[in-house]
């Protein structure tokens, strides 16, 4: 068992060393290092991801210099990958391709984050929308999610329903949307995640949730691991948990050397 998504403090999560002694005392094998990282070259991004401190496009290397001094390190047991989660839209693949060639990562993470010109985790901003055009914005992520898995940018792709996150957006996925995600996925390299990244809060699911994760294990589709870790102290409930999961429903996670 690998967790291939954890965050460090080379974008908003706790200390890299923190971060991987965590993993450690939590029985996993390996540990992706996958901070956010975005590459539009539209001026609003720039400056929303300066404010924020997601500056993997500047610090990479640096990143990756302690990486390295962690695995040297002779007390480190586990593997720890040198990974990146993008944030992705179709209109800036060229950027991001060319980002992901130039800085070689272990493995890329594609996510979708953004809808109608704000973060999906940002409530207020959809919380007066009327209905029908929250159910247009919902099969505008779809849209964007079904064109991430078409790229083959990505080994994984993040947590597939990320929608279901806020209130506002949540309910208006269909059984179309997961059809159209699962027949992409079938045709692609590119592996679903199970993410645990919002199941000990007030969501208390996995994404992606019970009835899309249905239509994925149906499709006899490979998954990856992520915790989604933020801080150390999550990291072993949320693997815990995930591996639980993956017992009741008979599911091998993939190895590292199906992540390319």
């Known amino acids: 068992m690998h967790d291939y998504h954890v965050h460090s403090n080379y974008s908003d999560g706790a200390f890299l060393s923190g971060m991987v002694d965590a993993a450690a005392d939590a029985g996993v ?3 992706g290092i996958a901070d956010h990282c975005n590459v539009s070259p539209d001026p609003s991004a720039e400056r929303f991801k300066r404010v924020l401190g997601f500056n993997l496009d500047l610090t990479y290397e640096r990143r990756r210099e302690a990486i390295e001094a962690v695995r040297e390190d002779p007390g480190v047991e586990i593997d720890v990958y040198d990974a990146v989660e993008m944030d992705y839209d179709p209109d800036h693949e060229g950027a991001i391709a060319e980002f992901l060639a130039e800085a070689g990562f272990d493995y890329a993470i594609g996510s979708v984050h953004e809808l109608d010109g704000a973060n999906v985790h940002t409530r207020p901003h959809f919380a007066d929308k009327p209905a029908a055009e ?3 914005l919902v099969d505008r992520y779809f849209e964007k999610l079904v064109a991430l898995i078409d790229s083959e940018l990505f080994a994984i792709a993040a947590h597939p329903d990320l929608i279901e996150r806020n209130p506002h957006l949540r309910g208006f996925a269909t059984e179309d949307h997961y059809a159209a995600v699962v027949e992409a996925f079938r045709s692609s390299r590119t592996i679903p ?8 809060d007030d969501y208390g699911e996995f994404h992606p949730a019970p009835d899309f994760l249905d239509r994925l294990v149906d499709a006899d589709l490979r998954v990856s691991v992520g915790t989604d870790s933020h801080a150390p102290a999550v990291i072993a409930p949320r693997f815990d948990e995930i591996e639980a999961e993956l017992d009741r429903r008979g599911l091998e996670p993939v190895r590292p050397e199906e992540i390319r």
């Open 29 to 31: 094998e390996g540990v």
């Open 134 to 136: 929250r159910r247009e």
């Open 193 to 200: 995640e199970i993410n645990a990244g919002r199941l000990l």
